[in-house]
């Protein structure tokens, strides 16, 4: 809309004399705070330019994207009235990153550092009597269970076992400390288990005998150990005995994969704990994980879910009498709805709370607390390119959306029952910890680690919009325009493909791939959510299986044209498509269907299924997705390799892999790189020997921009 304005020439003159009034005065303003500009529409009424006082802003750099700290879940203290965290910050001087533990007061007010390492201290605890803190830290070198007075000074080692601990739990009734080691399941001791490492380590020999899988998962050889559940007596004061295998034998606790945020838990009364297994012989073929109970004294171990799916993340009720906990339905696929699972302690039933009497609920339960009262469960879940906020009453299964906006997860609840914690992030504001009410009202932010940073730079909030896909669907995507837009400019544009292939591009900050950093050297970016991703609804979810060319690949291109057509600022002209893992595969397979993009980027994708089988971890995965093994339908397996079009690659690639990613591994990014080569057209392969699937450490996540920021420039500006 313009506004017209008329004035006299006195009105003229009266501008003139405000306008050197106000010049007068600019020195004496320059140290005074801006306009207030919240950070959250709708959400939050803090302001980060009213807490810093910072006017000038920048495009995010990325210096700027690893300055931030990142925050893990918050712990709440026994009274309520504070929240332990961890917070990481990344040095590229020395190229790794560092985390300590902060606490900060429920109600708002300004966080303390507790700890101080040069080690990573992370995963806090309290004891039941709110004066101490139990930790992981590897500020000795391996990872033990450390306590330290919430007071602060020294922190004191607690656990010294030669296989390290990590994810430590405290009792309820502060009588005993549980955690992991990863440990091998022939040695009765640890003594043993120091021999067989030092043995390995002093070998000149470095020869691998393997006999069965898993023999390496994501970025990691096995290397024949298993993680175990460890239990050790403490008095509140200091870990007071030796500490005892509970899960003995040669199974994973908790497994490999397919896990919840915390697959094990305490009882109330602190004398049982629950935790997951998957006891099938071939682990890498099944996602059977199942539920079990053990004494915290040891014993015989019971098993309380035979689902042949994944069951995962058990949680006591507060009064004791239930475990909930999630369930998936079908066998094999690891990308099914988890429903939320309700377990009667005293009569061994099991009911389905989700997809129960109230009815059916379309979405994937994800993080879950239950209320002091034991009478309702709090949830989050994936929707519509973000994460809400659910509640449940038991045993009725009556769901209500208590909260929307962004993406919240790590769900916690105070003990009084009348607030919620909670990780909160969008796409231009990293995690931090929020609390609202029970009603879902009062959001309220409680942390503010990035606030002067984020105060310094420029971006944009993500636009929605929803077009027509493959078969009618109703599609969803993002658009993120760049820093300083100006609508009357064409800009190039970049499309983001996401990973999964069930996951999503959601309203979140995301530090690898992030929408804020494609777009700051002036990009238009397009982050479209097509068939085979999450919070859409479960049929959506699926149809990508057996299908990852089909409909999915005509969602994404409905989704182009219908940019073009509605962004009259996007130069059809210039546009390149990216992405990683799914992501890699879906531009690989672009090379070989369209050549409407001026470049392409392929992170970590599959080029050739059949190898891609031959070399993964997770067997399950592809004979899900392809209906079987190469061997059993091969036809499927040739068909949707994007290595049998290589005939009609014609558009510039950009080829990344890591030579330790082991879910997708390296020779596919080799064979996709040697066909572009033959083919003569333009192309790069970047290579990392140290990283996994994802590109982690900070100096080579410098390179990955420059060289995706360069290739980019060379072909779009």
């Known amino acids: 809309m313009k506004i017209r304005l008329r004035y006299t020439l006195g009105y003229a003159l009266i501008i003139l004399i405000l306008i050197s009034a106000f010049l007068g005065m600019a020195s004496s303003m320059e140290t005074q705070p801006a306009a207030s500009v919240g950070i959250e529409e709708k959400a939050s009424a803090t302001s980060v330019e009213a807490t810093v006082g910072v006017t000038e802003r920048h495009a995010i750099t990325f210096d700027d994207l690893f300055s931030f700290g990142r925050l893990s879940a918050p712990a709440i203290s026994p009274d309520g009235r504070t929240v332990a965290f961890t917070v990481t910050y990344y040095s590229k001087d020395e190229n790794k990153s560092n985390s300590d533990i902060w606490l900060a007061p429920v109600d708002g007010g300004e966080a303390r550092q507790l700890t101080n390492s040069q080690g990573g201290d992370s995963s806090p605890v309290w004891s039941h009597d709110g004066k101490k803190i139990a930790f992981i830290s590897d500020r000795d070198g391996e990872s033990q269970v450390y306590l330290i007075s919430i007071e602060g000074g020294e922190a004191r080692k607690e656990t010294s076992l030669s296989t390290g601990a990590s994810g430590v739990l405290w009792s309820p009734d502060g009588k005993h400390l549980a955690f992991t080691s990863n440990v091998y399941p022939d040695c009765p001791d640890d003594k043993c288990n120091k021999e067989k490492n030092d043995a390995r380590d002093k070998s000149q020999v470095k020869a691998k005998i393997i006999e069965s899988l898993f023999f390496r998962i994501w970025n990691r050889w096995a290397d024949r150990t298993r993680s175990h559940l460890f239990i050790v007596p403490a008095d509140g004061e200091r870990v007071s005995g030796e500490a005892k295998d509970l899960t003995p034998g040669d199974f994973d606790v908790p497994p490999l994969d397919l896990g919840g945020a915390a697959d094990y838990a305490f009882s109330p009364d602190g004398k049982e704990i629950a935790f997951v297994k998957n006891t099938d012989p071939v682990v890498a073929r099944s996602t059977n994980n199942d539920i079990f ?110 909260f929307q906006q962004g993406t919240n997860t790590s769900l916690r609840i105070t003990p009084d029952g009348k607030k919620l914690l ?118 959506f979810c699926d149809e990508i299986s057996g299908d990852w060319g089909g409909k999915v690949y005509e969602d994404i291109m409905k989704g182009v044209d219908f940019a073009l057509e509605n962004y009259p600022f996007i130069d059809k002209d210039r546009i390149a498509a990216a992405g990683a893992s799914y992501g890699g595969y879906m531009i690989n397979w672009i090379a070989g269907h369209t050549d409407r993009f001026r470049c392409l980027i392929s992170h970590d994708g599959i080029f050739n299924l059949a190898s891609m089988y031959g070399t993964t971890e997770e067997l399950w995965f592809p004979e899900w997705e392809f209906k079987g093994t190469p061997w059993t339908n091969p036809e499927l397996y040739k068909h949707l390799s994007p290595g049998s079009h290589v005939k009609n690659f014609k558009t510039p690639m950009l080829v990344v892999h890591g030579g330790l990613d082991f879910r997708v591994d390296q020779s596919e990014a080799f064979q996709l790189f040697t066909a572009l080569q033959w083919m003569g057209i333009p192309s790069k392969l970047l290579y990392f020997p140290d990283e996994g699937h994802f590109v982690l450490k900070p100096k080579n996540a410098e390179l990955w921009w420059k060289t995706v920021h360069g290739w980019l420039a060379r072909w779009l500006q």
């Open 293 to 402: 109970i053990i004494p915290v004294e040891g014993g015989a171990e019971k098993r309380i879910t035979t689902n042949k799916a994944t069951d995962n993340q058990p949680v006591y009720s507060p009064d004791g009498r239930y475990i909930a906990y999630r369930a998936m339905a079908r066998p094999g696929f690891e990308a099914d709805k988890y429903s939320l699972m309700l377990y009667d302690r005293k009569s061994g039933e099991t009911i389905d709370l989700t997809d129960g009497q109230a009815g059916t609920f379309d979405s994937s339960v994800g993080d879950v607390v239950w209320s002091p009262d034991s009478r309702i469960i709090y949830f989050e879940c994936a929707e519509n390119g973000g994460h809400s906020i659910f509640r449940i009453s038991v045993p009725a299964g009556n769901i209500e959306r208590i």
């Open 422 to 539: 909670f990780l909160r992030q969008t796409a231009d504001m990293p995690s931090e910890i929020f609390t609202i009410g029970v009603d879902g009202k009062g959001l309220k932010k409680i942390t503010s680690v990035n606030d002067k940073l984020l105060a310094t730079i420029e971006m944009n909030k993500l636009e929605e919009f929803w077009f027509e896909g493959a078969e009618k669907a109703k599609v969803h995507a993002f658009l993120l325009k760049p820093p300083a837009f100006d609508a009357s400019k064409k800009y190039p544009a970049v499309f983001l493909i996401h990973g999964g292939p069930q996951g999503a591009w959601n309203d979140e900050f995301h530090y690898r791939w992030n929408g804020q950093m494609f777009a700051s050297p002036g990009y238009v970016v397009v982050m479209i959510n097509p068939r085979g991703s999450t919070g859409f609804g479960q049929k």
